[in-house]
């Protein structure tokens, strides 16, 4: 059972550059989210979706967009990436109609826009 | 939006101290959970308090929801090097579906 998949581990951009992010979880978990994790602020949300097709904004979402075609898959995109968005990226999952279930993370992507 | 305080950001201690990090919020909680990160690792659901005055337990570590169920805390007795890490609570609001506010989490060193 691979639980929260993350892709990449590590990645490098400049200044302007677009990525993906990928997240796939196998649990058939309904809700999927992505945080920002930098010292000393938490963990921060910047998406989340309850169900393929629907997604809505975090605290955070500027600059990040997410689509949710398939229950499995949650793609987190940095249309033009900036040196404010070098950061840690979680995805995380749980059993979305059970809004006190606990979350399950991925490892994390680790991101540095220079 | 809501927000949650957690202090301290940082707590070094002695192998065989205790531990202890606390929680705050200035609106009443439905529920909040405690999650672990090693370093270089992910968050790790730890448990989830949901009552009024509750308290759980988990070998040396002791969790609390205060009574107006606005903060809570984590203890830990006599720290072991294996307790390292970052220390996170996450509080649920009841009406943001889904949407935990993660405190900014207390990093834990232990000296051996």
């Known amino acids: 059972n691979a639980g929260v998949t993350q892709t990449p581990k590590f990645q490098v951009l400049k200044t302007g550059q677009s990525m993906t992010l990928q997240c796939a979880q196998d649990?058939?978990?309904?809700?999927m989210s992505w945080y920002r994790q930098d010292p000393g602020m938490g963990l921060r949300l910047i998406h989340y979706?309850?169900?393929?097709?629907?997604?809505d904004q975090g605290e955070v979402p500027n600059g990040y967009n997410v689509s949710r075609s398939t229950t499995e898959d949650f793609p987190l995109r940095l249309l033009s990436a900036a040196p404010s968005q070098t950061s840690v990226y979680f995805c995380?999952?749980?059993?979305?109609?059970?809004?006190?279930?606990?979350?399950?993370f991925g490892n994390g992507t680790r991101l540095t826009v220079t | 939006g809501q927000q949650v305080m957690q202090i301290p950001q940082y707590q070094h201690v002695q192998e065989g101290e205790d531990f202890t990090t606390y929680c705050n919020s200035s609106t009443t909680l439905s529920n909040i959970q405690w999650y672990k990160q090693r370093p270089g690792g992910h968050p790790v659901f730890l448990i989830q308090l949901v009552k009024s005055g509750e308290v759980k337990k988990q070998k040396r570590l002791t969790f609390q929801f205060g009574e107006a169920k606005k903060n809570s805390s984590l203890h830990i007795t006599a720290t072991q090097t294996t307790d390292v890490g970052t220390y996170f609570c996450a509080a649920g609001g009841g009406t943001s579906y889904g949407k935990l506010t993660f405190g900014q989490g207390t990093i834990l060193t232990v000296h051996p």
């Open positions: 649990m058939n978990h309904e809700y």
């Open positions: 995380a999952s749980r059993q979305g109609f059970r809004p006190r279930a606990p979350l399950h």
């Open positions: 979706s309850v169900g393929a097709g629907i997604t």
